[in-house]
T-cell receptor, first 113, second 111 residues
């Protein structure tokens, strides 16, 4: 079985640009969460989607948005990129919407120059 | 605010030298405590889930334990391939699947 897949693996963008990151969860999993991991720190929660609805939102500005599609895949969009948005963006797949393990993809390394 | 603190930040061991990593948490109404392994540039790899004080889980050279305020990841006779960053996370209360992560312990096992 395929695990969580994310694309692209690496991305370089210029300040002010917009970026879209994609995630396909494990087959049968209905929940997708997004995390930001800055070098040397643990992942920080951005969003969770379950059954195509937003279930939770972390302390991130409105420049960050996400959605989940009928096939449970998800996109994370970041507008007006700042240098501080440079990080590893992780997608986590869960079977249910709460009280369950999360399995992570390999991440998308975003560099903003 | 809910917090997860891991110690030490970094740990260097000789191959075969057993040790423990610590994760202390202050979240109210713990739903679960999770341990992950993360290799450089990769996503976290799930290791264990612990739900109640006194619970223990084992996998190869790793053993995780849980008390009311902290968790330990014991590494017995580590090998160089155990070198990685070990992350601890707690599940926030609420109707969603949100995890609070610690900053991790970077383990380096020398042959």
């Amino acid at each position: 079985d395929a695990g969580v897949t994310q694309s692209p693996t690496h991305l370089i963008k210029t300040r002010g640009q917009q970026v879209t990151l994609r995630c396909s969860p494990i087959s049968g999993h209905k929940s997708v969460s997004w995390y930001q991991q800055v070098l040397g720190q643990g992942p920080q929660f951005i969003f969770q989607y379950y059954e195509k609805e937003e279930r939770g939102r972390g302390n991130f500005p409105d420049r960050f948005s996400a959605r989940q599609f009928p096939n449970y895949s998800s996109e994370l969009n970041v507008n007006a990129l700042l240098l501080g948005d440079s990080a590893l963006y992780l997608c986590a797949s869960s079977l249910q919407g709460r009280n369950t393990e999360a399995f992570f993809g390999q991440g998308t390394r975003l560099t903003v120059v | 605010e809910d917090q997860v603190t891991q110690s030490p930040e970094a740990l260097r061991l000789q191959e075969g030298e057993s040790s423990s990593l610590n994760c202390s948490y202050t979240v109210s109404g713990l739903r679960g405590l999770f341990w992950y392994r993360q290799d450089p540039g990769k996503g976290p790899e799930f290791l264990f889930t612990l739900y109640s004080a006194g619970e223990e889980k084992e996998k190869e050279r790793l053993k995780a334990t849980l008390t009311k305020k902290e968790s330990f990841l014991h590494i017995t006779a580590p090998k160089p391939e155990d070198s990685a960053t070990y992350l601890c996370a707690v599940q926030a209360p609420g109707n969603f699947n949100k995890f609070y992560f610690g900053s991790g312990t970077k383990l380096n096992v020398k042959p």
